[in-house]
Structure formats: C-alpha cells, structure tokens
C-alpha cells in the first residue's frame, strides 16, 4: 500500500535564516486498539471484535515476556531489545542507579513502508504551534524515553506557556491509566517561544505517556482568545 503524508512548512525559529523551514505533519488524531480494530472490522476482516482485541492483547504480552527474558524480538514492524542502564559500583543491582530499557527501532516491513511513502506540501502555517523534538537532559536520548527527576528540553514554534486561560499548561496523560498530569509552573525551568525545558518530577509514575502543550501565545505579543494545542508525536516512555 503507498501512503501519503500531508504536511505544513513553518518558519524554523531555531535558525536566523529567514529562508529556513520545518515540515510539521497535518495528524489526523491519535488511535488506539480498539480504533485499530474497528479500522480492521470496516476493511471486512471476519474475526469478531472481541476476538481481534484479545488476540492482540496476547500477541503484546507474548512479546513483552519475551523481550524481558532476553530475546531480541523481531515483529517485522519493529526489533526490540533489552538492556541494563547505570553503573555497577559495588558489582549488585541497585534500583536507584540501574534499570532496564528496551531499544526499539525500524523493522523491515517499517523501513520499507517508510520509503515508499510521499510527503505533499500544504505551504506555509502561519503561526502554527507545533512541538518538534524533545531531549532527555540525563541521557541525552530524543527516541521519547525520559527520566524522573531530571529535565527534559523541548523544542517547536510558538510553544511559550503564555495566557490567563486555566487550560494554558504543559501536560502528560497515561496512555494506559488515562491519568493526567499537568507541569507546576515551578517545574518549567526554561520558557521561550521555541524552547521549553521542564523538571520531570520524581513521584510521576514510570509508564507510557502522551503530552500536549496548551498555549495563548503569539508572535506579536497579543493573547490569542482561546488556547492552541501542539501534541507531541513521539509517545514518552517515563523511567
């Protein structure tokens, strides 16, 4: 199947070239299983519902009980792999130094997926909001994993936390709990247009989270009426 990916162009605020611009993709939402599976249900696919959402929820526990048991686990869609974090000072697992994390990149049928998709250019957004990557101060990954108690480096346009609505604010929601976590405005250690960095608190729970920034913020310095929302991409895996 060839894909298509419609994208908008904004001005790159991290450059002084007036002649820079990023691509920001157009998403269409966000989707989980069960959305999957009534994509699956609507393209005529003759397992029941029930039975498709449950054959997936094996299929992912099989792959994590494999992942942590060592096996480097090849799904096609993508190749995980396990391995230890921190040092080992005194040669014994210590939980406040050491964890574990899973590597996950492209598989083949990604890879190859990926390659064959096009990219039209809508033209240029205005002033769109937009979050485009985000660095784990600690370890220096940008794959979305961060760590608890130290802080996390945002970058994106028009993403300043500015306004007096009470929905302004960064936040993170678990994608598996639905629990919601907004940032302390003591939390933000650095707010700029193009540039967040934040304390990831340590009492937030490890696990899979979503994050949206929410904002009144414009260029020229007017407070927009209501808030706009940029979502990050990439899901963070909190550690």
Known sequence: MIHKLKAWLVKNHLSQDQSDYVAVV?????????????????????????????????????????????????????HMRTTVKGVFYDKKWDSERNRLHVSIS??????????????????EKGEMIAIFNITDMSTGKTDGTVTRSFNIDIKGTNIKIFGDSPETGVYINNTETGEEYKFSPINIVINDPSRLMLLLPANIATGHYEMRICTQFTQNGRQLKTTRTAILSTILTVV
């Open 26 to 78: 157009d998403t269409n939402g966000n989707i989980d299983v069960n959305g999957i599976v009534d994509e699956l249900v609507a393209e005529g696919m003759e397992l029941k519902r029930e039975t498709a959402i449950d054959v997936i929820s094996r299929y992912n526990r099989k792959v994590i009980d494999l992942a942590l048991s060592g096996y480097n686990v090849n799904t096609g869609l993508v």
């Open 106 to 123: 492209q598989g083949t049928d990604l890879r190859k997926a990926v390659a064959e998709t096009s990219v039209e250019i809508l033209g």
